[in-house]
């Protein structure tokens, strides 16, 4: 019983890579236009993506119960080595974006265009309908890439033997070519806050404090700062 269930553990690994390197990236970029195009609402669309990031976390916790190599605390669910470091980091952490978060609604509001405008303006929440799916969004991709991304394909890494940069580097670049469908400077970004998320998380060997800074980061992406659609653009110059 122990091989056939690490067997089953590795094809829904190799089954799950394969969906988060190939075919979730071919989705994302047919999805993404028709969400710019208007043919998808953005509450569906952020309930759609919610669900399947859900279904990446619930294999991966599967894979891990089936697997007698990797336990929980393997991929990060488990107490940061630092507790008070790490919650303390956490509850600092909003009172320390704060600036950052009003000068850039400021920069916003005032017509100069943020560098996310270009890759992530599709999800950014329009309308007080729309916010409350955002953050929902907000969250599970805070909780379910983080547990994935960091958390198994790291600790897969490790099992077959990648050194632990080697590791980081491909769980980064996974998350990076997840995000492909965003543009190049959506991609870039994910490749910058992936990587800072790893070193968060193999900073304090949890999970716990890159899901709060995820999930912080993508509300401030998706609602707290103005779209396109409320920036205000300058007159054209007259001839």
């Known amino acids: 019983m122990p091989f056939e269930s690490a067997l089953l553990a590795w094809v829904l690994a190799a089954a799950l890579f394969l969906y988060l390197a190939v075919i979730a990236p071919f989705l994302g970029r047919r999805a993404y236009p028709r969400l710019m195009g208007g043919e998808v609402?953005?509450?569906?669309?952020?309930?759609?993506?919610?669900?399947?990031?859900?279904?990446?976390a619930a294999v991966a916790i599967l894979i891990v119960a089936l697997s007698p190599a990797i336990?929980?605390?393997?991929?990060?669910?488990?107490e940061p080595a630092d507790p008070g470091v790490a919650y303390g980091a956490l509850l600092g952490l909003?009172?320390?974006m704060l600036p950052v978060v009003l000068l850039l609604r400021w920069l916003g509001n005032q017509g100069v265009m943020l560098p996310w405008h270009s890759g992530v303006s599709g999800l950014m929440a329009r309308t007080p309908r729309e916010r409350g799916p955002a953050v929902m969004l907000a969250v599970s991709a805070g909780v379910c890439e983080?547990?994935?991304?960091?958390g198994l394909l790291i600790g897969l890494g490790r099992e077959l033997g990648l050194y632990l940069p080697v590791a980081a580097a491909v769980s980064v670049a996974v998350f990076a070519i997840g995000h492909i469908y965003q543009g190049p400077v959506g991609t870039l970004m994910a490749v910058v806050s992936g990587a800072g998320l790893t070193l968060m998380y193999l900073r304090t060997g949890s999970l716990v404090t890159p899901?709060?800074?995820h999930i912080m980061i993508d509300i401030i992406a998706l609602v707290l700062i103005p779209h396109p659609g409320r920036v205000k653009m300058p007159a054209p110059a007259k001839a």
Do not use: C
Request: aromatic share 14%; proline share 6%.
């Open 41 to 56: 609402s953005r509450p569906r669309y952020y309930t759609a993506l919610s669900a399947e990031m859900w279904v990446w």
């Open 71 to 78: 336990g929980a605390a393997d991929i990060g669910i488990k």
């Open 94 to 96: 909003p009172l320390g």
């Open 146 to 150: 983080e547990v994935v991304f960091r």
């Open 211 to 213: 899901i709060g800074v």
